[in-house]
Nanobody
Framework: QVQLVESGGGLVQPGGSPRLSCAAS????????MGWYRQSPGNQRELVAV???????GYVDSVKGRFTISRDHAKNTVYLQMTTLKPEDTAVYYC?????????WGQGTQVTVSS
């Protein structure tokens, strides 16, 4: 069982650069592929960024060059550094851990981009 707790969301001005954090419980964090998803009202949840257990990242096209995903195995934490935020980035951001048939979700953190 893995528990995920996100933090770092809130109200951000366009162009802002917040960092989301996801703290994971459990001592086998390192084997999981970790990801950040987001969901805005009326839309399906979409994958934003993913990082493998070996640290290889992947991004959806809309955030490439603006978002950076990273993980710290010593802290059991995955981060999403967001830059140059746009109003269309407004969503609830969810942390995800995946290994084989096992998938876990955090409770989500709201990011609202508005002036």
């Amino acid at each position: 069982q893995v528990q995920l707790v996100e933090s770092g969301g809130g109200l951000v001005q366009p162009g802002g650069s917040p960092r989301l954090s996801c703290a994971a419980s459990g001592r086998i964090f390192s084997i999981y592929t970790m990801g950040w998803y987001r969901q805005s009202p009326g839309n399906q949840r979409e994958l934003v960024a993913v990082v493998t257990s070996g640290g290889s990242p992947g991004y959806v096209d809309s955030v490439k060059g603006r978002f950076t995903i990273s993980r710290d195995h010593a802290k059991n934490t995955v981060y999403l550094q967001m830059t140059t935020l746009k109003p269309e980035d407004t969503a609830v951001y969810y942390c995800n851990a995946r290994w084989g048939n096992y998938t876990y979700w955090g409770q989500g953190t709201q990011v609202t981009v508005s002036s």
